[in-house]
């Protein structure tokens, strides 16, 4: 799939077929693309935390906090979790390019797993005491992204941004995404 064609797809997908299970394994090859991703000093201290167990995707869960703009909506309901996670850590220090090199970790792991047919949302609104008490971190480091993981249960388009940027859900149940034109975008 051409570039252009695979940033059209991969869009934030919040409900999932959460009986479609996804192994360790799968959520590796995600990773690996990471892990060849450029990265500040090519220091390399994003550390990646793959989440694949039933029972443990249920406990963290209720720690995530769901699309904003949608104000009467909870997050998917039982059935339409996410059937994974993959945890983005980061090391506790203040060094500029940390929260680049998690984006961009994040971005080659989204981009992947809609390659291979997934859909997927990034998550940075969460409970960190919530989630540190039940996923480990490595000594000195905290929980900064969480990307949420699954097969689509859901459609999601994109539109023109008029004048408000808002994402919304139609009567239809189709989540609708508004972008900014290009020529809005790119400044001379
Ligand atoms: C850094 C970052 C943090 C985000 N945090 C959340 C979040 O906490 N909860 C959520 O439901 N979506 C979150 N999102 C998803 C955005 O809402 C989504 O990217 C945006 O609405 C545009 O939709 P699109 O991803 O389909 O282009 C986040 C996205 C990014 C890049």
Redesign the pocket.
């Known amino acids: 799939m051409k570039m252009i064609e695979l940033a059209r797809g ?5 409900r999932f077929r959460q009986s479609a299970r996804l192994s360790r394994e799968r959520l590796l090859q995600f990773i690996e693309t990471a892990r060849l991703a450029p990265c500040g000093a090519n220091l390399q201290l994003v550390r990646f935390t793959p989440v694949w167990e039933e029972e443990l995707c249920e406990r963290i869960f209720p720690h ?7 104000k009467d909506w909870d ?1 998917p309901g039982q059935g339409q979790r996410p059937a994974a996670y993959i945890i983005i850590q980061l090391p506790d220090e203040d060094r500029r390019h940390l929260p680049v090199d998690a ?1 961009i970790s ?1 971005a080659y792991i989204t981009l992947s797993a809609r390659e291979s047919g997934l859909g997927s ?6 409970d960190m005491q919530g989630l540190s008490a039940i996923i480990s971190s490595p000594e000195g480091y905290s929980p900064f ?2 990307i ?1 993981l699954g097969v689509p249960a859901e459609e ?1 388009v ?1 539109e023109r941004a008029g004048s408000g ?1 808002e ?1 919304y859900r139609d009567g239809s149940g189709v ?1 609708h ?1 508004p ?1 900014r034109d290009l020529e809005d975008l790119v400044t001379r």
């Open positions: 991969n869009r934030s997908t919040r995530l906090n769901w699309a904003g703009y949608l997050g984006g994040a949302c990034m998550i940075m609104s969460f992204l969480v949420a999601v994109l940027i994402y989540h995404v972008k």
